[in-house]
């Protein structure tokens, strides 16, 4: 078991800048793969960014490739998301997710690969 608590969303204007973190406690964390997914009212979750256990390999959606950026700090077992030149169409809760993994290099991205969540934080990005 892994425990993830998300820190640093809040209102921001467009073109501005956030920085999110997602603390992990429990289980080792250099063995979880990290993702980032997040959800606006009145629709699905969707997928922003993955990272693997050695933080090697990272992916991102399209609608965020060169704005945001995801990192990770297994000895403070910490997961970041640089959010920048963020848009109005990014207010979103965001939440961290964790996906347990033998591979060093997985990088998931699907919501069902991943097994632990935590509560989500509000972004705003007002125009």
Do not use: H
């Not at 820190?7 to 793969?33: D, E, P």
């Not at 109005?88 to 699907?110: G, L, M, N, Q």
């Amino acid at each position: 078991q892994v425990q993830l608590v998300e820190f640093g969303g809040g209102l921001v204007q467009a073109g501005g800048s956030l920085r999110l973190s997602c603390a992990a406690s429990g289980r080792t964390f250099s063995r979880y793969a990290m993702g980032w997914f997040r959800q606006a009212p009145g629709k699905e979750r969707e997928f922003v960014a993955t990272i693997s256990r050695s933080g090697a390999a990272t992916y991102y959606a399209d609608s965020v490739k060169g704005r945001f950026t995801i990192s990770r700090d297994n000895a403070k077992n910490t997961v970041y998301l640089q959010m920048n030149s963020l848009k109005p169409e990014d207010t979103a809760v965001y939440y961290c997710a964790a996906a347990d993994s033998d591979s060093a290099s997985y990088s998931p991205r699907y919501l069902a690969e991943f097994g632990f969540w935590g509560q989500g934080t509000q972004v705003t990005v007002s125009s």
